[in-house]
C-alpha cells in the first residue's frame, strides 16, 4: 500500500510523561487551526487501594483548554496492557471522537473469553467512534493523519502518521530501547519485525514518537527521534538486523519478562474503550482470572 505522506505538514507536539506508568501521552495540533487530537492517554489507577483517579488526564485537559484548542480525536495506538485510558473522561469533558484500530475485534474477543464476559459485553468494537482500517485517513482541523496496521505487539497495532511525525505506540522504542514484547495473546515476533520494517519506510526525517520510554541504562526520559534514527542505531531491528535474528531474540527475550503489573486492570477497561466494567448492580468492578494470564 502506498501511504499518503505529507512531511510539509508539521504538527505541533506536546508531550506528557506519566512516570507511575513510563507512558507518554501526545497532544498534537494542526498548526493551520486550533483543532488537536490527544493520543495514548492515562487514567490514574492505585492497584491497591482500587482508586482510579485522574490526574494525568486532567493536565492534559487544562493544556488544551488554556490554549483555546478544540479537540477533534482520542486515539489509541492499540489495547495497552500496561496502562488505563482515560479516554472516556476526556471525551465526557472536551468531546472529540474515540478513535482505535479495527482488529480490536480481535482483542475484545480474544480477552472476552479470558476474563468470561457475558453477552452484555459487545466485541464488535462499537464502544469506539471509529475503528481504523489499515490506510484510513482523518482530519485533525485542517491537517490529514492516516493510521497505518502495524501488529506483532498486540494484533490491533497502529501507527498514526499526521503531517512529518508519526506515533508509533509500542511498535518501536528509542534506539536504545529497542523493540516492545510479541508474547501477548496474538502478538507475534515475526509480524512486529515486518510492521516495524513498514514503519522504516516512511521518510528518515520523519518524526517518531514513543509511547513508552524506560530510561535504559539509567539516561533521561526520552520519546521523539527519527526513522533514520531508528534504521541506524536501533538495537533490536538498526543497521541491517535480519528477520530470523529478531525472532530469535524477542522470543528468547520475551520468556524471561514478568507480565505488567497493570495487565489485568488495563485489558479490561482498554478493550471497552477506557470505560471501567461494572457489576450486576451497577458498581464498578474489575475481574481476577485464576491461571487465564
Known amino acids: 500500500m502506498t501511504y499518503p505522506v505529507d512531511m510539509t505538514i508539521r504538527p505541533d507536539v506536546s508531550a506528557h510523561f506519566d512516570p507511575a506508568t513510563n507512558t507518554i501521552s501526545y497532544i498534537v495540533k494542526d498548526p493551520a487551526s486550533d483543532h488537536c487530537a490527544i ?84 466485541r464488535d468494537g462499537s464502544q469506539f467512534d471509529a475503528l481504523f482500517e489499515d490506510g484510513d485517513r482523518y482530519t485533525i482541523g485542517e491537517m490529514e493523519a492516516f493510521a497505518m496496521f502495524t501488529p506483532g505487539h498486540t494484533p490491533a497495532c497502529m501507527v498514526h502518521v499526521i503531517g512529518d511525525a508519526a506515533f508509533v505506540g509500542d511498535t518501536l522504542f528509542m534506539p536504545d530501547g529497542g523493540s516492545a514484547r510479541a508474547d501477548f ?87 471497552r474503550a477506557g470505560e471501567v466494567p461494572k457489576d450486576k448492580d451497577g458498581n464498578p468492578m474489575l475481574k481476577v482470572p485464576v491461571n487465564g494470564l
Request: hydrophobic share 35%.
Open 39 to 122: 493520543i495514548d492517554s492515562v487514567m490514574d489507577i492505585d492497584y491497591a487501594a482500587g482508586r482510579i483517579t485522574y490526574d494525568h488526564a486532567d493536565r492534559l485537559i487544562q493544556e488544551v483548554q488554556d490554549r483555546g484548542l478544540t479537540l477533534d480525536w482520542i486515539i489509541e495506538t492499540h489495547v495497552h496492557a500496561d496502562h488505563l485510558s482515560a479516554a472516556p473522561y476526556i471525551q465526557d469533558k472536551l468531546g472529540g471522537k474515540i478513535g482505535v484500530g479495527a482488529k480490536i475485534l480481535v482483542v475484545q474477543d480474544t480477552f472476552g473469553k479470558i476474563f468470561n464476559e457475558g453477552t452484555e459485553f459487545q
Open 185 to 271: 495473546p496474538g502478538g507475534d515476533a515475526g509480524t512486529l519485525y515486518d510492521s516495524i520494517q513498514k514503519v522504516l519506510t516512511l521518510p528518515d526525517k520523519m518524526r517518531l514518537f514513543m509511547c513508552h520510554d524506560y530510561g535504559p541504562n539509567g539516561r533521561n526520559i526520552q520519546w521523539e527521534t527519527t526513522v533514520g534514527e531508528e534504521k541506524a542505531h536501533n538495537i533490536h531491528v538498526g543497521a541491517g538486523k535480519t528477520r530470523e535474528e529478531f525472532i530469535k531474540f524477542r522470543t528468547e527475550r520475551d520468556a524471561t519478562l514478568d507480565m505488567p503489573k497493570l495487565i489485568i486492570p488495563s485489558l479490561q477497561v482498554n478493550m
